[in-house]
């Protein structure tokens, strides 16, 4: 344990009768981190953060907080005994009691430094803090969704905890509010200091809030990193699948007349060189190649120029493939519009291929006009491609 983490997880384990719920779970969250815990319901995430703030029992493991383990083999503090805070999907804040004295709380009964006569401005300072000091005396009864959610978050901190716990906190809340209080959250750790632990399913939170993101299915840990490092390049066919969206595009390696290796797709053909290749870097024969829907640009083809791409005029590119045109090595075909419009703010075209099963999807918040039916030019800057073996 070095004294730069709050929490230390080592080989949790939990069945609940004959099934497996996690398996040997194990990591770590340092001092004044976010970490979050990705993945798709049932998957092990919530029982994890119960067995850690203590309202579950491990079958196995050692959980330290703070350099003080918690549980063990021969060890098992109960929850009020653990430096943290926690906060529930659905708040369980307490109905008949005020704002007020839904914050102070655990002030009255979890250790602390706090003395009496420093807990009304001990509240009044969590209340400012998460905005709702004008909400002091109002009955729970009276609270809106956002309004319960900060309650709860005044009243996870009100100890001053080393370690806070969330289990989805904003899954209850609209998006407008929920994408607010991404923002509150990343401000009030900031300004609070804490270390948090913060589960979730929803990928776009996660990414957000996180400096580290663990991605989880079946009770395991399969793949760990920065928010970029885990969206631009998954090892693990999970991560790879589950996080964001993919144009796969089947092909396979292959020798050219002059000796070097090349990707052959249905959208054209590649060094292997220029692609960024993930796993198998000397594979040959089969492989699966994934890119991106920002990571492509398309353009309608001009009756003009004998067919070639139009010039800037009515040309929509991805955010991250301004000048994809003129990329050294890249796909090049051309296709047509299957289907155009908005899609969670931005603009997605679907473009087909005659004689391929292939459809390549495109996204943009550079919005152009496209109908169905349009010919285009797609392109698409091959170090964008990420290139696996067609067993991964």
Not at 6 to 26: C, N, P, T
Not at 124 to 145: C, F, N, R, Y
Not at 183 to 190: H, N, P, T, V, W
Not at 227 to 239: C, D, G, I, Q, V
Request: hydrophobic share 40%; proline share 4%; charged share 30%.
């Amino acid at each position: 344990m070095t004294e730069t983490n709050r929490l230390q997880v080592r080989d949790l384990d939990k069945s609940f009768g004959e099934e497996s719920i996690l398996s040997a779970v194990s990591f770590d969250v340092a001092e004044d981190e976010i970490v979050a815990l990705l993945g798709p319901s049932g998957c092990g995430k919530t029982t994890t953060l119960r067995c850690i703030a203590g309202v579950e029992s491990p079958d196995g493991g050692e959980i330290t907080i703070d350099g003080e383990t918690v549980y063990s083999s021969d060890v098992s503090h109960p929850p009020e005994d653990r430096e943290i805070g926690m906060v529930y999907q659905n708040y369980a804040i307490w109905p008949h009691k005020s704002v007020y004295e839904n914050v102070v709380f655990p002030l009255k009964y979890a250790d602390h430094s706090f003395s009496k006569d420093e807990y009304e401005s001990r509240v009044d300072w969590l209340l400012e803090l998460v905005d709702i000091a004008e909400l002091k005396h109002q009955p729970a009864t009276d609270l809106s969704g956002g309004q319960q959610q900060r309650t709860a978050l005044a009243r996870a901190l009100a100890h001053d905890p080393d370690l806070l716990l969330l289990d989805e906190p904003l899954s209850n809340l609209d998006k407008k509010l929920r994408a607010n209080m991404r923002y509150e959250l990343q401000k009030l750790q900031q300004e609070v200091g804490v270390s948090m632990l913060y589960v979730t399913h929803d990928q776009e939170e996660a990414f957000y809030l996180a400096d580290k993101v663990l991605v989880m299915n079946e009770g395991d840990i399969v793949e760990r990193g920065a928010p970029r490092e885990l969206y631009r390049r998954p090892s693990s066919a999970f991560t790879r699948d589950f996080v964001g969206q993919w144009n796969r595009l089947d092909g396979s390696v292959e020798w050219d007349s002059d000796g070097s290796r090349v990707v052959r797709t249905d959208l054209g053909t590649v060094p292997v060189d220029a692609v960024d290749v993930v796993h198998s870097a000397n594979v040959d024969g089969p492989v699966h190649c994934f890119l991106r829907p920002r990571d492509a640009a398309v353009q309608r083809e001009s009756a003009a120029d004998g067919g070639r791409a139009a010039g800037t005029d009515g040309i929509f590119v991805g955010a991250d493939v301004v000048g994809a045109g003129d990329a050294p090595a890249a796909l090049s075909r051309r296709g047509t519009v299957l289907a155009a419009g908005l899609s969670r703010d931005l603009y997605e075209v679907t473009v087909g291929f005659e004689d391929a099963d292939t459809e390549v999807v495109v996204r943009s918040d550079r919005v152009r006009d496209f109908d169905r039916g349009d010919r285009v030019l797609l392109r698409a800057p091959a170090d964008a491609i990420k290139l696996y073996s067609a067993g991964e």
